[in-house]
């Protein structure tokens, strides 16, 4: 099936900084990348998704790039805060078949320090 | 507006119990999502409905897991004779149905196994 390969497994950065997270697959037939924040307790909540007919979208201090040659992905978060402090998930939608299921990496521990 | 609702927040049984799980997908979402993480891991696919249909069970980890879905409304994840091994947080996870559809995610059920 489909892999994902998600780096770093976690990131500290002081506030202020940037913060990039950056996803790698294998499936061209991927079509559809989001990415989720998930809190302590909580479920995963979408921050951002791409679609593969587009190269980047940004929404205020976080944008995504995809880059479909080279099948990977990336998070950026600019002026970080401390409420960015959380664990990202990228993940991914091969809609190949009738199935529009996720495969998620393995999440990245992002920590901003004030 | 309404999310994705699931219940029990927390389950504790022991093991060779059956338990059920509930979710609520959120109003008009035709398609919907079950997935199991386990502590510090990503999400990992169970089984997908459309409607009360379910097309692919494919992660469906043993013939003990179960689920069903009464029209566009509520699913029941089912697992019977529980091992400590399905201790895990199961997420529910609404879209609407189609290509490149947003899955918006409840807080999960957290089941421990003893």
């Known amino acids: 099936g489909e892999n994902v390969e998600q780096h770093p497994s976690t990131l500290s950065v002081q506030e202020g900084d940037s913060a990039v997270i950056k996803c790698t697959y294998s499936d061209s037939a991927s079509n559809y990348f989001p990415w989720y924040k998930q809190e302590l307790g909580k479920g995963p909540q979408l921050i951002i998704d791409i679609r593969s007919n587009v190269g980047e979208k940004k929404d205020q201090r976080i944008a995504v790039t995809l880059n479909k040659t080279a099948k990977h992905f990336s998070l950026h978060i600019t002026e970080t805060q401390p409420e960015d402090s959380a664990v990202y998930f990228c993940?991914?939608?091969?809609?190949?078949?009738?199935?529009?299921?996720?495969?998620f990496g393995k999440g990245t521990l992002l920590t901003v320090n004030p | 507006g309404a999310g994705v609702s699931q219940s029990p927040s927390n389950k504790v049984t022991e093991k060779g119990k059956d338990v059920e799980l509930r979710c609520d997908p959120i109003s008009g979402h035709t398609a919907l999502y079950w997935y199991r993480q386990r502590l510090g891991q990503g999400l990992e696919f169970l089984i997908y409905f459309q409607g009360n249909s379910a097309p692919d069970k494919s992660g469906l980890p043993s013939d003990r897991f179960s689920a069903e879905r009464t029209g566009e409304s509520v699913s029941t994840l089912t697992i019977q004779r529980t091992q400590q091994e399905d201790s895990a947080v199961y997420l529910c996870?609404?879209?609407?149905?189609?290509?490149?559809?947003?899955?918006?995610f409840g807080d999960g059920t957290r089941l421990s196994i003893l």
């Open positions: 993940a991914l939608e091969n809609s190949g078949g009738s199935n529009y299921k996720l495969t």
């Open positions: 996870a609404s879209s609407l149905w189609g290509i490149a559809q947003p899955q918006h």
